[in-house]
Each structure stands twice: as structure tokens, then as C-alpha cells.
């Protein structure tokens, strides 16, 4: 047990790592709720244990990414009727895992799971229930919509497609305006991301209706105009995709709903790279956005911003697995300078979309007070 | 060659079966246009041949599950850096083809391809350029949306999910009321078939755009409420689906959209077992739809309707690799009886959603005339 842990704090994995490698597995597993329509595998405990089943006959070897990292995730054990079977050493962090399965050295999906974009690429899901997971069920309150747009885009000479959710009532209530967070998705993610993974519209409607925030319109669209392969963010250039963001879909959005049309009643937030993304292009035109957000996603030094007297708030978060010292420490020297800056850290959670929904869920109540 | 001739013709197999197998093959493959982002493979060329690369170095059998019926599909051969390579023995017929591999006697989906809901399950998708694929591109013109709606469902104690096609300028013509159609996906597809495989709404944005249609609202929701299983359709009941449509959806959809919410405005449409479903409902609900259409999916008798003078269009398609003899004398029938009958029938195209994109691009400018 000792070596384990030796071990396991070296490593700063997050959900892949096995708290208790030796306790004992309750054999209560349950079908992940994001599995494909009538698939019994994968599955999950009352632990947070996951066990795979895969079919895959003649195969020599299957495995599955998630697991104790460095040790080739889990290894699968062929069965009788030609199915390969295993359970994580452990059981994994609460919330949303991406992962894949290694068929004889290839990268395949799950058929059991649904599949969710991350990592460029359409990986398989697996979703541990977490203690908090009621502000982001599906329940029987109004819900609002998550309408696909294609926007024109000049200087990418294409239609790009953003997701806009407008709240419950936002047809009916024909003179109402509102507000608009642009929401920007991770490195390898997509505009799907906020809402499949991140349950954004869920959150929102729950809250909603709970009266806990007043509504606003989300924008969801694709932050990466440029490199989509490892390697790119080296060299990432914010040019092309702050002028779809800013001088396109902004108007776009202005033009077709019943938005806010102005500086302090339009937000930005981003997770990860959508964090840096956010940073970057608050810092570069303070004249649209007046509430800055970064999830997992850096943190902001009073002299980036130059007009202290715009920014209205820079809610700063990250999961305890990764550098909430750096969070909580930026958030102070922030508040020092005179910004209204404030912190949230994700309890038991890494770099990974739990730590998300909860900071979409405690940004939200802050977003424009003021 | 013979053989092979009779072979086909005993087979109804549309798109898997090789047209000319001893045709010299072109060497312009390009990606298909259905690939994740990145991805070279697979490929398609300007015959219409299909070229798969799966990566499996110590895999001891990779089959592609499109190619000719009956002969496995297209099996890959294993090349130096093992990866697995090969070409379908004949072309594909134009449009979208679903497909799977099988890695040493399992089933999944092609790592480099798109994935579409089919067969009850997330299956991977392949686009052959058409040679009418104008109709349905991606074009620089005003776009309508795609909302996803969550509606009540008291029947089936849950919030069910819909798309919403709303027309170019939905949003600020606020005065405008539009007719509806509810479009239905087939057997073993969801809501998410129209516009993923189907591309509804570009080809309603397109027609739209050449002034070829008056504009109308699409609702696509899923037509499967109890059996998803092989075998269900024996036995299905459609009273669930009924209910859940007639009682629940289009009573949302007409207090939430602005809809001309009566019979005459209301249409119903659907592929295969979608069209079963509206045949069944629209012969038992006349009082809510006028405009009624089956592609792919069955035929109506005179002696079925009991009230002729409610419907306004009777709409009967399919392609001509299926059965289109049965549509044209069903539709002579109807029309001698004095219905305002119209059939079509997809050139070259078989079981698959290129005869239903075009049907919908049929079917479009005779809705909603008188």
C-alpha cells in the first residue's frame, strides 16, 4: 500500500488514478448512463469502480485507456463466450471520463458507449454518478432550446456552426432581451462539448427554475481555426479565431436573437485551451466583454487588463487534482488590485468536465449582478 | 462475369453490390467528406469506390462491413506498418452508406469516420459524391436552424427530444406563422437522422434560397417508444408513438413555435418504418394531418382513407433498387379514386438515405400548395 501511494502522488493523474487499490469491490454495478440505447456495458459501481465487457473473439489482447495511467489503463480477460471482461484497479473520480479501447494495437471505441469529441477525435464516454450530480439531471422543469446555427464566416470562407441555448420562455416572451456568455470548449473538443458532455442547457434550466440565476443565452462554437493536430497550441495563434468570434458570430448573434447588444451584458469563459482563449481575447478587446471566466484554463495578472474600470468580473476555478494554489493566489492578488475576482475549486476532481459543470454552475449566479 | 451478373440480380442488395467489378480503378480517392477532422481515411474515388486504412498492427482479420453481400464485406489486407488497407471490389452507389468493421470478430466503428445513429447503434458513415449532390451542400446562403427541444411527455414520464427545423429569418419575422411537417427517421435511427444523414435542413435552406418552396417548420422527434431491439417491429403498436406525437409533441410545438397550428398546415412524412408510422397515424388521427408522405415505406389504398376530401397530397417514393413498381401502381390507384397522388422514384438508389434526400427535395414544393 505504501508503494502505491509513493507512487500515486508522483503522478498528478487525476481520475486515473486508484485511490484504493485493495478495497473491496461492491458488486452493484449498474450500466453508465451514457451508454448506446439497450447496451448493458460499460458499467459502474456505487464505488466508482468501471467494468468493460467487449466482444471481440479471435482477438489476442484488449484493453481499455482508463485505469492506473503508466500502467496500460486495464487489461481486459477473454472469457468463455468469446467476450473480453475487466474492472479499473480502482474506482475513478466522479463525473464524465473520456476513454478507448486497444483492440490488438488499434484505437477503437466502445460499441457499447456513446461517443463524445475530445482529443480530436469521437472517443467513448463513461459517466460516474457523483454525490452532486442532481443540478445537471434531466428533470421535469421547462427547458429551454439548443438550436444549431450556421453562421456565415468571411474570413474563413465557410458557413461554421456555433449551438446557441436560449432559455426556457425565450419564444414566448417576445419582448424580453437578454444577455449572451460566449462558452468556449478544450483543446481537441468541439462546439458539442459544452452541452454533450458538460450538460450546459441541463445546468442552466435546473438553475433557471430554481430561480437561482436570471437567464441568459449561451453561444457555443469551434475555438480552433487553425491546428486541430498535437503540437499546435505551440505555436497557436489567436488572430483568425478572436475575428470569427468577434467580428463575426457576435454580430451574427446580435442580428438573428434577442440579445443584450452591449459591452457589459456580454461575457466570455472557456475551459482549458478555451480558458486561454478567453484570456487572450478579453486582454485583446475589453470593448465586448465585460465578465471574464477561466476554467482549468490559466489566470489573469491585474496589469493584463488596462481599463480596470470594464471588467465587471474574473471568476477564476480548477479541480483539486490539478494547481488550485495558482487559482486561489491569482484570485487574491486580483481582489487586491480592486478587481471583483472570485475562486472555485472543484472538490475531488481533475482536468476532466465535473470540474466544469461545477464552475459553469457557480459562475452562472455571478454572471451579469452588475 | 455472368455468374456474377446473376448473383446480383438474385440479391437486393442496393449499394452493397459491385456494379462492375473488373473495372479499371481510377487512382483519385480523396477523403471522404463524412471523416473526422484530420483523417485520411477512408477514402472514396471518382467511380465511386471505397478504400479503408484501420490501424490493428497485431490483429489477425480486419473486414469492412460495406462491399459485396454475402462475401463478408471487404476484407483488408495487412500491410508493413500495420495498418490494414482495402478497396470495396466494385463502387458504392452515390449518396451515404453506414458501415462497421470487424476487427478479429468484433464489431466497430472506423476510427477515421464520422459516426450516425443506425441499426440501433452509432454506426460509422461514408458519403459517394452524387452527381446531384448540389441540392444538398453546404452553401453560402441564409441558413435556418436546428433546435433541440426537450418536451413533456407525460405518457412516458420523461422529457423527450426533438429537432426543430425553423426557416432563414424565423427570428425576426415575427409576425410569420409557418406550416409544419413531422418528418420520422426508420428502423433502428433516431431523431437525429434528418439532419445527420439526411441533411434536411440544407436542403430546405437551399430550395429556400432559389425561391423553389414557400418556408415551413421540420420537427423530427423519435418514433421508438417501447421496442429497439431486432424483432420488435413484429409486434409493434404504434398507440405509444401516437400518443406521444398527436397528444404531447405537437401541442408543445404549437404553443412554442409560431405555427399555423391547424389540419390543413400540418403535414406527416417518413422513411421505412417512419413511413409505416405515418401511414398508421395519419389514417388514424386524419383530423390532424393533410399532406401525408412514405418514402420507402410502404403504400396507401383508396379504401384506407375514409375521408378524402381531408387530404390534400398523397406522396409515395422509393428508389429504383427496391421495389418501385409497387409505388407507381399504388399511386395510379389513388389517383384514379380522384387523390391527388404523386409518386417518385429514386434513380440508381436503393434502401438508403440518398433516395430519401431526394424524395424530401421531391416532396418539398408540393406541401403545403392549397
Same mark, same amino acid.
Given at each position: 500500500?505504501?508503494? *502505491?501511494?509513493?507512487?500515486?502522488?508522483?503522478?498528478?493523474?487525476?481520475?486515473?488514478? =486508484?485511490?484504493?487499490?485493495?478495497?473491496?469491490?461492491?458488486?452493484?454495478?449498474?450500466?453508465? &448512463?451514457?451508454?448506446?440505447?439497450?447496451?448493458?456495458?460499460?458499467?459502474?459501481?456505487? %464505488?466508482?469502480?468501471?467494468?468493460?465487457?467487449?466482444?471481440?473473439?479471435?482477438?489476442?489482447?484488449?484493453?481499455?485507456?482508463?485505469?492506473?495511467?503508466?500502467?496500460?489503463? $486495464?487489461?481486459?480477460?477473454?472469457?468463455?463466450?468469446?467476450?473480453?471482461?475487466? &474492472?479499473?484497479?480502482?474506482?475513478?473520480?466522479?463525473?464524465?471520463? *473520456?476513454?478507448?479501447?486497444?483492440?490488438?494495437?488499434?484505437?477503437?471505441?466502445?460499441?457499447?458507449?456513446?461517443?463524445?469529441?475530445?482529443?480530436?477525435?469521437?472517443?467513448?464516454? +463513461?459517466? =460516474?454518478?457523483?454525490?452532486?450530480?442532481?443540478?445537471? @439531471?434531466?428533470?421535469?422543469?421547462?427547458?429551454?432550446?439548443?438550436?444549431?446555427?450556421?453562421?456565415?464566416?468571411?474570413?474563413?470562407?465557410?458557413?461554421?456552426?456555433?449551438?446557441?441555448?436560449?432559455?426556457?420562455?425565450?419564444?414566448?416572451?417576445?419582448?424580453?432581451?437578454?444577455? =449572451?456568455?460566449?462558452?468556449?470548449?478544450?483543446?481537441?473538443? /468541439?462546439?458539442?462539448?459544452?452541452?454533450?458532455?458538460? !450538460? @450546459?442547457?441541463?445546468?442552466?434550466?435546473?438553475?433557471?427554475?430554481?430561480?437561482?440565476?436570471?437567464?441568459?443565452?449561451?453561444?457555443? $462554437? *469551434?475555438?480552433?481555426?487553425?491546428?486541430?493536430?498535437?503540437?499546435?497550441?505551440?505555436?497557436?495563434?489567436?488572430?483568425?479565431?478572436?475575428?470569427?468570434?468577434?467580428?463575426?458570430?457576435?454580430?451574427?448573434?446580435? @442580428?438573428?436573437?434577442?440579445?443584450?447588444?452591449? %459591452?457589459?451584458?456580454?461575457?466570455?469563459?472557456?475551459?482549458?485551451?478555451?480558458?486561454?482563449?478567453? !484570456?487572450?481575447? &478579453?486582454?485583446?478587446?475589453?470593448?465586448?466583454?465585460?465578465? *471574464?471566466?477561466?476554467?482549468?484554463?490559466?489566470?489573469?495578472?491585474?496589469?493584463?487588463?488596462? /481599463?480596470?474600470?470594464?471588467?465587471?468580473? +474574473?471568476?477564476?476555478?480548477?479541480?483539486?487534482?490539478?494547481?488550485?494554489?495558482?487559482?486561489?493566489?491569482?484570485?487574491?492578488?486580483?481582489?487586491?488590485?480592486?478587481?471583483?475576482?472570485?475562486?472555485?475549486?472543484?472538490?475531488?476532481?481533475?482536468?476532466?468536465?465535473?470540474?466544469?459543470?461545477?464552475?459553469?454552475?457557480?459562475?452562472?449566479?455571478?454572471?451579469?449582478?452588475?
Amino acid at each position: 500500500m505504501k508503494y *502505491y501511494a509513493i507512487v500515486l502522488a508522483l503522478l498528478s493523474c487525476g481520475s486515473l488514478c =486508484v485511490a484504493q487499490p485493495s478495497q473491496q469491490i461492491s458488486e452493484d454495478f449498474k450500466p453508465s &448512463t451514457l451508454n448506446q440505447p439497450g447496451q448493458e456495458y460499460p458499467q459502474v459501481n456505487s %464505488q466508482g469502480y468501471a467494468r468493460f465487457k467487449i466482444l471481440a473473439p479471435q482477438a489476442d489482447s484488449v484493453r481499455v485507456s482508463l485505469g492506473l495511467r503508466g500502467r496500460g489503463g $486495464t487489461k481486459l480477460s477473454k472469457g468463455e463466450d468469446g467476450s473480453w471482461m475487466g &474492472t479499473t484497479a480502482g474506482p475513478l473520480d466522479e463525473g464524465f471520463h *473520456y476513454y478507448h479501447i486497444i483492440v490488438d494495437g488499434g484505437k477503437f471505441n466502445d460499441p457499447g458507449a456513446l461517443n463524445f469529441y475530445g482529443s480530436v477525435r469521437w472517443e467513448s464516454g +463513461i459517466e =460516474v454518478p457523483a454525490h452532486d450530480q442532481d443540478f445537471y @439531471a434531466l428533470k421535469d422543469v421547462p427547458h429551454g432550446n439548443v438550436q444549431q446555427i450556421l453562421f456565415p464566416s468571411k474570413s474563413t470562407h465557410t458557413s461554421r456552426r456555433a449551438f446557441v441555448y436560449t432559455p426556457p420562455g425565450y419564444d414566448k416572451n417576445q419582448s424580453t432581451r437578454y444577455p =449572451v456568455l460566449y462558452l468556449q470548449h478544450g483543446w481537441g473538443e /468541439d462546439e458539442t462539448a459544452w452541452t454533450n458532455q458538460g !450538460r @450546459a442547457n441541463l445546468i442552466m434550466d435546473n438553475m433557471i427554475a430554481e430561480g437561482k440565476i436570471k437567464p441568459f443565452i449561451i453561444v457555443m $462554437t *469551434y475555438g480552433m481555426t487553425n491546428e486541430i493536430k498535437f503540437g499546435g497550441l505551440r505555436n497557436f495563434d489567436i488572430t483568425p479565431f478572436q475575428t470569427v468570434l468577434v467580428d463575426e458570430l457576435i454580430p451574427y448573434v446580435d @442580428a438573428n436573437f434577442r440579445t443584450i447588444a452591449d %459591452q457589459s451584458h456580454r461575457a466570455m469563459a472557456g475551459l482549458s485551451m478555451g480558458g486561454m482563449e478567453t !484570456r487572450t481575447i &478579453t486582454i485583446n478587446k475589453p470593448e465586448f466583454f465585460s465578465h *471574464y471566466a477561466l476554467m482549468s484554463g490559466g489566470v489573469y495578472k491585474p496589469e493584463d487588463i488596462k /481599463d480596470k474600470s470594464k471588467v465587471k468580473l +474574473i471568476f477564476l476555478s480548477c479541480g483539486s487534482k490539478e494547481r488550485p494554489d495558482g487559482v486561489k493566489s491569482a484570485t487574491a492578488t486580483l481582489k487586491e488590485a480592486g478587481f471583483n475576482a472570485v475562486s472555485y475549486i472543484s472538490e475531488g476532481t481533475a482536468h476532466e468536465f465535473q470540474t466544469w459543470r461545477r464552475s459553469l454552475y457557480e459562475l452562472a449566479p455571478l454572471l451579469f449582478k452588475n
